[in-house]
């Protein structure tokens, strides 16, 4: 497994913009494809958006389509997940997870194919 590291989550306003990042340690994610899943209060985890290993493919989630932008900088064992026109809906504790080698992103939008989580980051986005 992975160990993954979210960071860049915080309070802002609607409207607005964060940058979110997942560190990866314990072996190199350029071998995985990678995705951002959220869990919103009282309710269940979703998907919002998916990488392959290449950063040539990517998923989104409907409801973050066009407002966000998943990318990857495989050298630095990171991914990112922009987030622009930011809504108060979007409030949750956002994930990043490691796919199993040879994961796809199709596999992964299902949560299927995972093996690391990271421990979440929250984001606030206040009306």
């Known amino acids: 497994q992975v160990q993954l590291v979210e960071s860049g989550g915080g309070l802002v306003q609607a409207g607005g913009s964060l940058r979110l990042s997942c560190a990866g340690s314990g072996r190199a994610l350029s071998l995985s494809a990678m995705a951002w899943f959220r869990q919103a209060p009282g309710k269940e985890r979703e998907f919002v958006a998916a990488i392959s290993w290449s950063g040539g493919t990517t998923a989104y989630a409907d409801s973050v389509k066009g407002r966000f932008t998943c990318s990857r900088n495989n050298a630095k064992n990171t991914i990112y997940l922009q987030m622009n026109s930011l809504k108060p809906e979007d409030t949750a504790v956002y994930y990043c997870?490691?796919?199993?080698?040879?994961?796809?992103?199709?596999?992964?939008?299902?949560?299927?194919?995972?093996?690391?989580w990271g421990k979440g980051t929250l984001v606030t986005v206040s009306s």
């Open positions: 997870a490691a796919g199993r080698t040879g994961a796809v992103v199709g596999s992964m939008t299902r949560g299927n194919g995972i093996d690391s």
